[in-house]
C-alpha cells in the first residue's frame, strides 16, 4: 500500500531531522565574532580610508555650501572693492572703501552716504590675520587715541571703533562690487603712514599723472611719487626718486590701451631706425618719473650691427639687425628689443 499512516509520518520527520542534525554537527562551525579581538592589518587600513574619505567628502560639502551662501574677498589680501552698511536704512547707507596695499597695510575710505557723500574718515590700517587695525597717530595729545578695528569675514566687514565720527560707522559692511574708491584719500592716507618725515597736515596730491602713471605727492618737508595702481611710493631725491615702499613690477609690465594701442612706462629704442654700413646710432631709455635703472645690451647677429655696452649700436652689413637686452628698476626686470635697419652706404 502507497498509504502512510500518521504514526509512521511522524517517525519519518524525526528521523530526518536527526540525520541533518548529525550532519551538521559534521560540518566546520563559525565562530562569534569577538570585539575585542585585534584588527588584522587589512582590516585596520579599511578603516583608516574610510574614515579619510568620509573627511574629505565633509571637507568638499562645506566648502560647496560656503560658495553657495557667500560673495565678496575672502581674505585682506584679496579685498579691493565697496561695501555697503547693513543696519542702517536706505537714505543712510555708508560705503566702505577698502583696497589692499601689500606687505600687510590696507588702505581704507569710508563716507557717510552710498553715493557721493562726505569722507568722515580715510587710513592705512596694518593688516593681521582676518583684522586691519587703525590708529588715529596725529590726535591731539590731550585726546583719546582713535582706534577703528576691521574684521573680515565671508564677505562682510565688521566696523568697531573707539572715538567720535560724524555719523554713527559700528556695524556690518556687506560686499557690493570690485571697485576701489577714490584713490586721493587712500594716497594721503599712505603718505602719512609710511613717508619717512611723518609730515603733519596731510599732503597736496596733483591731479595729473606725471607720465601717465605716477601722482606727484607734496607734504610741508618732501615730494613723492605713487604708482597709479597703489603698489609703490617714491620720494623725490637726487640724483633719481628713492623706493620707499612696494614694487616697480607692474609698472615694467606692457598693457594694452583701451584704443588698443600698447602702453608702456618703461621702454628701450633706437634714436635712429635707419643707419648706413659703419653708420652709429645710441639706444634711448624712457623710465615713467626718471627713476633710476640699469641696463645690459646684445646684438644676436653681430654680422649685421654690434652694441656697446652703453647701448651705441654699429651698422656692419645691410639688414635689419635687432638689439635685445634686459633694464631693471629696484630689483624687477623686463627684456626688451628693437630694431635698426642697416643700409648698404652710397657710392
Known amino acids: ?112 552716504s552710498a553715493e557721493g557723500g562726505e569722507l568722515a574718515l580715510s587710513g592705512v590700517a596694518r593688516v593681521e590675520g582676518n583684522k586691519a587695525y587703525y590708529e588715529d597717530v596725529n590726535a591731539d595729545p590731550e585726546e583719546e587715541v582713535f582706534h577703528l578695528t576691521l574684521t573680515l569675514e565671508r564677505g562682510t566687514v565688521s566696523l568697531t571703533l573707539s572715538g567720535a565720527l560724524p555719523f554713527p560707522a559700528e556695524g556690518q559692511y556687506r560686499f557690493e562690487r570690485d571697485e576701489a574708491g577714490d584713490p586721493h584719500p587712500i594716497l594721503t592716507a599712505m603718505l602719512k603712514t609710511l613717508a619717512e618725515d611723518g609730515a603733519a597736515g596731510g599732503a597736496r596730491i596733483a591731479q595729473e599723472l606725471k607720465d601717465d602713471w605716477f ?17 609703490s611710493i617714491y620720494r623725490l631725491e637726487q640724483p633719481a626718486p628713492k623706493l620707499l615702499w612696494g614694487s616697480s613690477k607692474t609698472m615694467l609690465q606692457d598693457k594694452q590701451g583701451e584704443d588698443g594701442a600698447l602702453v608702456r612706462h618703461v621702454m628701450v629704442l633706437s634714436k635712429d631706425a635707419v643707419i648706413p654700413v659703419g653708420g652709429k646710432t645710441q639706444a634711448r631709455v624712457n623710465v615713467a618719473g626718471g627713476l633710476a635703472y640699469t641696463i645690459q645690451y646684445a646684438s644676436p647677429d653681430e654680422s649685421l650691427a654690434t652694441v656697446t655696452p652703453e647701448g651705441e649700436v654699429t651698422g656692419i652689413s645691410p639688414g635689419v639687425a635687432t638689439i635685445t637686452g634686459t633694464i631693471r628698476i629696484d630689483g624687477e626686470e623686463k627684456e626688451f628689443t628693437f630694431a635698426v635697419l642697416v643700409e648698404a652706404k652710397d657710392e
Open 1 to 112: 500500500m502507497l498509504a502512510v499512516t500518521g504514526k509512521k509520518r511522524m517517525g519519518l520527520l524525526l528521523a530526518g531531522a536527526l540525520v541533518m542534525g548529525l550532519l551538521a554537527g559534521c560540518l566546520p562551525q563559525k565562530e562569534p565574532e569577538n570585539p575585542l579581538a585585534p584588527k588584522t592589518e587589512e582590516e585596520n587600513l579599511g578603516q583608516t580610508f574610510a574614515a579619510e574619505d568620509e573627511e574629505r567628502q565633509e571637507k568638499e560639502l562645506e566648502k560647496l555650501n560656503q560658495q553657495a551662501d557667500f560673495a565678496g574677498p575672502r581674505s585682506w589680501e584679496e579685498a579691493r572693492g565697496i561695501f555697503y552698511g547693513e543696519n542702517y536704512s536706505e537714505t543712510q547707507l555708508p560705503r566702505l572703501a577698502v583696497q589692499y596695499l601689500d606687505q600687510g597695510w590696507l588702505g581704507f575710505s569710508l563716507y557717510d
Open 215 to 231: 601722482y606727484e605727492a607734496e607734504t610741508r618737508t618732501a615730494r613723492y611719487y605713487i604708482a597709479r595702481d597703489f603698489t
